[in-house]
């Protein structure tokens, strides 16, 4: 079985804040893959990141960065200098074992504000 | 634009009505994936089909169904319509039948079903 969970159900920064979005995964497979999708308020995913289990070195994009840690089932994800089109939903999801379907955490709305 | 298209993209209908909600992957992508979206349950798992068959089934009720034509698009069709059918009805597609194993799945931008 494969589960993600995201604790945090609204946050609400100042524009320029740094901010952390957490998720927890669950599986007892040795290969899976970690994703992060975000969902503005057009309605549309859009793809961010994908991860897989054997890689554990941290990454970054511009003001994104994603810090994965095996060790506490963590993937978790840092916008730094947020800006007001950084608000949206963002969902962390899993992959893993014999699935074949992502599994997506509840979602994290996001809110910055000017 | 991901590339995956969806139509339509709002439906209003009563309560015992049914609908067909259709998607067109990406060129060249042969899996198509069917997730709901609603304020309570999130984003749910329903169907995958790969070059026309079904592979994988999520929490899909017994009153949806779906399928995956020759062309590769896909229908999902849902009948005998309840309130709580109302949601955002997304697909995504990916090359592989284990999309999520070889790269991202691309969504498309939902169809939001009302039922009235």
């Known amino acids: 079985a494969q589960k993600v969970t995201q604790a945090q159900t609204e946050i609400s920064v100042v524009e320029k804040e740094d901010v952390t979005l957490d998720c927890v995964y669950e599986?007892?497979?040795?290969?899976?893959?970690l994703f992060w999708y975000k969902q503005p308020p057009s309605g549309e995913l859009v793809f961010l990141i994908r991860?897989?289990?054997?890689?554990?070195q941290n990454e970054i994009s511009g003001r994104y960065s994603w810090n994965f840690q095996k060790s506490t089932s963590s993937f978790n994800f840092t916008i730094t200098a947020s800006q007001v089109v950084d608000s949206a939903v963002y969902f962390c999801?899993?992959?893993?074992?014999?699935?074949?379907?992502?599994?997506f955490g509840s979602g994290t709305q996001l809110t910055v504000l000017p | 634009d991901s590339g995956v298209t969806q139509t339509p993209k709002h439906l209003i209908t009563a309560t015992g009505q049914r609908v067909t909600l259709r998607c067109s992957p990406r060129?060249?992508?042969?899996?198509v994936y069917w997730y709901q979206q609603s304020l309570d349950q999130g984003l749910q798992f329903l169907i995958q089909?790969?070059?026309?068959?079904?592979?994988a089934k999520g929490n899909i009720l017994e009153r949806f169904s779906a399928q995956q034509f020759p062309d590769l698009h896909s229908e999902l069709n849902l009948s005998s319509l309840e309130l709580g059918d109302s949601a955002l009805y997304f697909c995504?597609?990916?090359?592989?039948?284990?999309?999520?194993?070889?790269?991202?799945?691309?969504f498309g931008e939902g169809s939001r079903l009302t039922v009235l």
């Open positions: 995504a597609s990916s090359v592989s039948d284990r999309g999520g194993y070889t790269g991202e799945l691309f």
């Open positions: 060129s060249g992508d042969l899996s």
């Open positions: 991860r897989n289990s054997f890689d554990e």
């Open positions: 599986t007892r497979d040795t290969t899976y893959y």
């Open positions: 999801a899993l992959v893993s074992g014999s699935a074949r379907q992502l599994t």
């Open positions: 089909y790969y070059n026309g068959e079904e592979r």
